[in-house]
């Protein structure tokens, strides 16, 4: 029996998600203590692909990856994550060669954890900037007024996340929206925006595309009052003002990632986007 369970572990059957798996997805991110919910799964089922690993756990699945296409230039990379009892088994590494393959773009991007940067060293990928995670204290000081998103407003909003992003991502901030809509808030002059959606542990705002810091940390505030709750943001490591600014309220840094890239890096305006999707979408 031993022989037999190493002979099935020694050739994995990868396949692609289906709706059903996503329970079991979304308790495989929160084993390994990620904030997606079943909602953020089905972003990639319905917008991109998802690969896994079944190996008859009825609880959590044993491995997955994901990609995300942003128009005809830029795909997002996501979602590799192994169950702790499945690891040393070399599944991140093959997961990660499907999505390159299956992703297909000019250039693919990811946002990666100290130990998983490494792993994409070695399969071409190269830093681009880094950020944190934060959570946000009860209370930011806001200056800059703020307005909830109106329908006509979409066309701005998309323009300007596409120019600081780089690439187009209009049904997943149309999704975020919808998700948490008091947290969707925009600035009277059209200068910046910010959205926010629900996590299992708490909610995330982002993204946050500003003039510069000091509108962006009115975003955040007026998105955390709306919110009413304790909530994350992934900050940039070159928005100083704005990390000090949280710090001195009482939020707290909790762990670093770093923005990576495999091929030819779409113009953007990254010095405008301070707060970020989350590691799953860019």
Known sequence: MTSLRASLRAMPAFRDATPQDLPRAAALSARIGWNQLPADWRVFLDQGAVRVLDDGDAACLAASAATLPCGADLAWISMVLVRPDRRREGLATQLMRWAIDHAARPCLMLDATPAGREVYRRLGFEDVFGFARWSLPKALQSGAATRPMEEADWDWVLALDRAAFG????????????????????????????????????????????????????????????????????LADSATTIAASIAAAGGESLRPFTRMARGRVPSAKPEQNFVFAGPEFG
């Open 167 to 234: 690439a187009p991502r209009p049904a997943l901030l149309r999704g975020f929206a919808r998700r948490l809509p008091q947290a969707a808030l925009v600035t009277p002059d059209r200068s910046g925006f910010v959205l926010a959606r629900d996590g299992l542990r708490a909610p995330q705002i982002g993204p946050v595309v500003a003039r510069d810091e000091g509108q962006a940390l009115s975003l955040l505030a007026a998105a955390r009052a709306a919110l009413g709750t304790s909530a994350v943001i992934d």
